[in-house]
């Protein structure tokens, strides 16, 4: 008969324990990645479409870009400057000047035409997100 703590577990017990978690981890854990990192990419797409919405509607209203992102923002075209999910910033955006040949309205052309993120790294489509 044992005398003692009869109601532990042995070491062998918890190492097939630890085994099978690890197991699982390492399954599921790359499909985790996986999929944080499609919803990045669906947020980057969303937010540079609503850019672009508020950059067409600020020119449609006042016949010509903004000067600064910030502008969107105080005219109340956009709410806040939407945060870069890749970089996870706000201030890492690329802007893109307006074409050369582009006429100047009468206030002038300004200076955001169109709006890019601001990461150099590759996305799931093979494509780099400064080409979105």
Known sequence: MRRGNGGGFTLIELLVVMAVIALLLSIAAPRYFHHVHRSKEAVLK?????????????????GKYPETLSDLVTLRYLRAVPVDPITDSPETWIIVPPPVGMSAAVGGIGAVYDIR????????????????
Not at 46 to 62: I, Q, S, T
Not at 117 to 132: A, K, L, M, P
């Open 46 to 62: 969303e937010n540079l479409l609503v850019m672009r919405d508020a950059l067409d509607k600020f020119h449609g209203d006042r």
């Open 117 to 132: 993120s601001g990461s150099t790294e590759t996305g799931s489509d093979g494509t780099r997100y400064d080409s979105w």
